[in-house]
């Protein structure tokens, strides 16, 4: 059994605003992250997000999220390694944009208050492939950890 076989999937994992989904019908419940997480949900839960009704259709669940493990990574001190120096600052700036404004988004993923989504490592690296190799680039940490993204890859 690997790792991410093992790994239990607990209430703390789930983020806050997680829709949760209430089909007991549903033939899918058994591998949806949405279904799954509202099997946890605290008994002093009385509101927030959900799946509605109206995402089954044609016995299809529109917003179906598989239950399943991915690889996460934060840090971003070997990240521009293999950028020239004359465009490092460039580099910089290009990725800081998929982050949006601020400096907030950027510095919290380079410390580990937020992780990347496999998604968001492959634009990251997209980015900085205008700017030289990036064989051999990678993100200073990694984690195996639950996937909560709105679509599957």
């Known amino acids: 059994m690997t790792a991410m076989e093992e790994k ?3 209430a703390k994992d789930i983020p806050t605003k997680y829709p949760l989904c209430f089909n007991d019908e549903c033939g899918d419940k058994d591998k949806c992250m949405h279904y799954q997480a509202r099997l946890l949900m605290p008994k002093d839960r009385y509101s927030g997000s959900a799946v509605y009704p109206t995402a089954w259709e044609d016995g299809k669940c529109r917003c179906f999220r598989e239950k399943r493990l991915v690889k996460k ?3 971003f001190t070997k990240l521009y390694d293999n950028v ?3 465009q490092k600052a460039e580099a910089r700036h290009c990725v800081h944009a998929l982050f949006g404004f601020g ?3 950027y510095y919290r993923v ?3 208050e937020n992780m990347l989504s496999p998604k968001q490592q492959e634009e990251i690296l997209a980015v900085l492939a205008k ?3 990036i064989e051999g680039i ?3 940490h990694y984690v195996i950890d639950w996937d909560f993204e709105s679509t599957n890859s």
Do not use: I, V, Y
């Open 73 to 75: 990574a934060w840090g």
């Open 110 to 112: 380079h410390h580990g």
């Open 138 to 140: 990678e993100f200073d």
């Open 84 to 86: 020239p120096k004359r």
């Open 8 to 10: 239990e999937l607990k």
């Open 131 to 133: 700017f030289g190799s």
């Open 103 to 105: 400096n907030g988004p």
